[in-house]
């Protein structure tokens, strides 16, 4: 089982617009309301992929009831601690004239000292029965930041991997941990690390110095692809040529595909082909979290991977999976 946590979930909206008009009266012609937030859409394309999945974290007031009824009814499995403070609420404005998503995002609030203890107790149940976790999103504000990395050497004394989908502080202390995959953007890496990386040169050098030991490090680039490193080499994944309704949610997808690929003990090629698949068919969709199964399926094949030589002549134990 694929566990995905996230102590910050949503209660998405999606509103798309033939045209948007600032200053304006402006009419949607579609509006959806469903379970969102970076935990949520990973675990739901998970599910749509055909694996065992749980996603967990807090949820609140009616939305966060709303949240779980649109979990039950799509199918995903979910256990959450119910909290006092309402789940928050995004929005994301999609215009069709000019292609463009434009996301409105409600800040989390504190959910309270005790609550923190429910959600430990929860965590270690799981434990045992999982195979892989998936950490992702902001942290609540009352969060102590090496929350997420506290976990990991629990998560593998139970020889389970963990994805860690952070960024700033609480990224930097999961960095220390071997065997843990990291996985964020191109700007969250920069804010982590304090580089500029906005040369390609500068980031794989980045990569390479900061992947963790016998993990992964995966930066995505979106229209661009992503790359991986394992601290000795690093792989490139071109994304297929799409036109995109969205892209909200497309980060999600990827780490989705990106947990499929490495439960399942992929090679890291094979993996980022899965990811990157994932990732494109979110963005073929106005919801974000939401791909087609065939989609995925039919992308993964256009999907070219590049790999690096290594900087030793020793085969690298990544080169052979990460299983």
């Known amino acids: 089982m694929i566990v995905c946590l996230g102590t910050t979930p949503v209660f998405q909206r999606t509103m798309v617009f033939?045209?948007?008009a600032t200053d304006r009266v402006n009419r949607a012609v579609q509006v959806s309301d469903y379970a969102s937030g970076k935990s949520i859409n990973v675990a739901r394309v998970i599910h749509t992929l055909g694996r065992d999945v749980i996603a967990t974290g807090f949820a609140g007031g009616s939305r966060g009831e709303a949240l779980c009824r649109d979990l039950d009814r799509a199918g995903v499995p979910h256990d959450f601690v119910r909290v006092a403070p309402e789940t928050r609420q995004c929005v994301t404005v999609i215009d069709r004239s000019a292609g463009t998503a434009t996301e409105l995002v409600e800040e989390s609030s504190s959910v309270g000292p005790e609550v923190w203890e429910t959600l430990e107790n929860k965590l270690t149940e799981l434990l045992p029965k999982s195979k892989l976790w998936v950490f992702s999103g902001t942290l609540a504000p009352d969060a102590a930041e090496d929350f997420y990395a506290r976990w990991l050497p629990l998560a593998q004394q139970h020889g389970a991997r963990v994805i860690v989908d952070v960024v700033g502080e609480?990224?930097?202390?999961a960095m220390a941990h071997r065997n843990a995959i990291l996985k964020m953007n191109r700007d969250e890496l920069a804010i982590t690390i304090g580089q500029d990386l906005s040369d390609d040169s500068?980031?794989?050098?980045?990569?390479?110095a900061h992947a963790p030991l016998e993990g992964l490090l995966v930066v995505t680039l979106g229209a661009g692809g992503a790359i991986a490193s394992d601290g000795r080499q690093c792989w490139r994944a071109?994304?297929?040529?799409i036109t995109p309704v969205s892209a909200v949610g497309s980060g999600d997808s990827f780490a989705a595909g990106l947990a499929v690929a490495l439960s399942e003990g992929r090679e890291i090629a094979d993996t980022m082909k899965l990811a990157i698949a994932c990732g494109a068919a979110n963005a073929l969709t106005p919801l974000a979290g939401h791909v087609d199964r065939e989609?995925?399926?039919?992308?993964?094949?256009?999907v070219v991977v590049i790999e690096s030589e290594p900087r030793s002549s020793s085969p690298s134990p990544s080169r052979r999976g990460l299983g």
């Open 18 to 20: 033939d045209r948007v």
């Open 170 to 173: 609480p990224l930097r202390l």
């Open 202 to 208: 500068a980031l794989v050098q980045a990569m390479l």
């Open 238 to 241: 071109a994304s297929p040529k």
């Open 295 to 302: 989609t995925v399926e039919r992308l993964q094949t256009q």
